[in-house]
C-alpha cells in the first residue's frame, strides 16, 4: 500500500532503525525492456539501465525513497533480485537461491504486466542499488518487460525523542520497512546524511 502525505515510515537497517514522515510526493511510471533470452537462458545479474547506460532506479537524493511495483511480462519470465546488489533475496535457511533455480523468483503470474502486486515491491534508497537476473524457461525466445509503478517520496527524518519512543511503543503508526532481505543492508551514505544535516541516528527496535 502506498503512504500519504504526513504518514510516518521507519526503515529497518543493519545498523537500526531509522524513521521519517513523507512530506510530498510523486507518482512515476516507467517501462523497461531487457535484452531477449533464448530457451532456458538466464541473464546476468544488473541493475536496470537506459540507453545511456544509467541506472533508472538509482536514487540520488538523500530525502527521496522510491517505493514502487513491479509487473512482469511475457508471464513465464522469472525474475530473480539482489537486494542490495551482489545480495539475492528469496532465500531459504537451508539452501541459497541458485541460477536457474524453482524458487525464489517472481513470476507474471504473481504480478502480472498491467496489475503490479505487493510481490513486486520494493523500497529504494541513496546508496542501495537493486540487480536483477531474467531466466527463460520456456522451450522459445522471450524478451522480458517490467512495468515498474510507484510513488517517489520526499522524506523529512524524525530526530525527536518522544515521537521514536511512540513508535518504538506503537502508540505511533509507523509503516515499518526492512531494506534489503531478512539481512537488512547498510544504509551508510543516508545515514550519514541524516547524521551531519539533522542528527539523526539508528535506533534499536
Known amino acids: ?26 507518482f512515476f511510471k516507467y517501462r523497461y525492456t531487457g535484452s531477449s533470452l533464448s530457451s532456458n ?5 544488473d541493475t ?13 537524493d538523500s530525502l527521496h525513497c522510491y517505493h514502487l ?9 522469472r525474475m530473480f533480485i539482489e537486494y542490495p546488489k551482489g545480495e539475492r ?6 539452501k541459497p537461491v541458485a541460477v536457474r533455480e524453482t524458487w525464489g523468483y517472481i513470476c507474471g503470474n504473481e504480478s502480472p504486466f498491467q496489475e503490479p502486486t505487493e510481490r513486486g515491491e520494493l523500497f529504494v534508497v541513496k546508496g542501495v ?5 531474467f531466466w527463460n524457461p520456456t522451450d522459445t525466445t522471450l524478451t522480458p518487460e517490467l512495468n ?3 510513488e517517489r517520496y520526499k522524506l523529512r527524518p524524525i530526530k525527536e525523542e518522544e515521537i521514536i519512543n511512540g513508535i518504538i511503543e506503537r502508540r505511533i503508526p509507523c509503516r515499518l520497512v526492512t531494506v534489503g532481505g531478512l539481512r537488512p543492508v547498510s544504509f ?15 535506533v534499536r527496535l
Open 148 to 150: 515498474i509503478v510507484g
Open 48 to 60: 536496470l539501465t537506459d540507453a545511456e547506460g544509467r541506472n533508472i532506479l538509482e536514487v540520488r
Open 89 to 94: 533475496i528469496g532465500n531459504l535457511d537451508i
Open 41 to 45: 537462458e538466464q541473464s546476468d545479474f
Open 188 to 202: 551508510e551514505e543516508t545515514l550519514k546524511d541524516w547524521e551531519e544535516k539533522f542528527g539523526v541516528r539508528p
Open 1 to 26: 500500500m502506498l503512504l500519504k502525505e504526513n504518514q510516518n515510515i521507519g526503515f529497518v537497517l543493519r545498523e537500526g532503525a531509522v524513521f521519517a514522515v513523507v512530506t510530498a510526493k510523486e
Open 69 to 77: 511495483f513491479i509487473g512482469i511480462r511475457p508471464r513465464p519470465i
Open 129 to 133: 542499488d537493486v540487480a536483477f537476473s
